[in-house]
């Protein structure tokens, strides 16, 4: 891509799925990227090769963002590349705050490509390359006919949103993140009985981030609910949080492992609903979807007349529709709407 010529960008972020996305967008675009996954090494990597632009996470274990950043403004002043910060947090005060470090901009994660690009465009010195030289629409998006696999709990249009519309990289990363959170509500509540405070907060902290990058919204909820929750001091109210993280996340893990993981046909599988009455069905999962965000104890009744409906068709979807009544059975709002969400996506191809 002559446009771009050959830009160097530093990824300081600790985010393995993070990496993988920064990697692959910036990769795509032309540029070369080197990570590195803490404060310490980039802070090396400053000193020894010669950068156009950072992208700085903030939080990361061992040395973070700002700390960073302070010593790379103090070791090369005025001859730094402009820093970039990425913050989970896309509050004015993180952006003041980021300014006041010495950090030129500031974009949220989980990061869009669309933001990320404008953004580079604004900082990237010109170089050879001449003034507007990225162009965001350069970066092709990925977007195939094809329809991703469903996903119970993840907003998956969301979510490929994210990848710039790749499916294969979408993949990529939801393989990563069943493998390296899976177990992240039992690393929690571990950390806390063992009063590894931190360890706890990091924890939770990644998996708001990663949960987002994926398109888990609720999962999303619990994890920053979590978070807060511990670093407010406030490990009495925490309970009822980590509840709802385990459900949200055993939903998603479940669904990833049987569908993802298991590279079952990859939604090949053909499905037959054109027996069924889909204006009832339709009409049988709007109410139950009123029921379930009013909180509505009936709603379980709903969630049985859509299972039997699936039922008595014979339709691969009673898988879906059975869990989705025992999410309601048990006034499980949450989940019983992540599933419908399952369901809902289902129905539409
Ligand atoms: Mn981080």
Redo the contacts with the bound molecule.
Sequence with gaps: MASVNGGKILVA???IINQILAEDLLTQAGFEVVIAENGKKAVELVEAVKFDLILM?L??PEMDGFEATRIILETQPGQHPPIIAMTANALTRDRERCIGAGMVDHIAKPIDPDVLFDTLLKWIPDGDAGPNSIESNSIESNTTDDAFVCLAGIDIDAGLARMNGSQELYTTVLKQFFQDHSTDDQIIARAISQNDIPLAQRTAH?LKGVSGGIGAKALYDSAQNVETAIKDDQLDRLEPFMESLTRELSLVVKDLEEKIMAQALGGTEEIRHSAIDMEKLQRLMNDFERMAREMDPDMDGKAKQIHRLLERHDSPLKKISGTLWGFAEDFDFKQALGTLEELKCELDR
Excluded: H, L
């Design positions: 972020e600790d985010n996470d939080q990361m990644t």
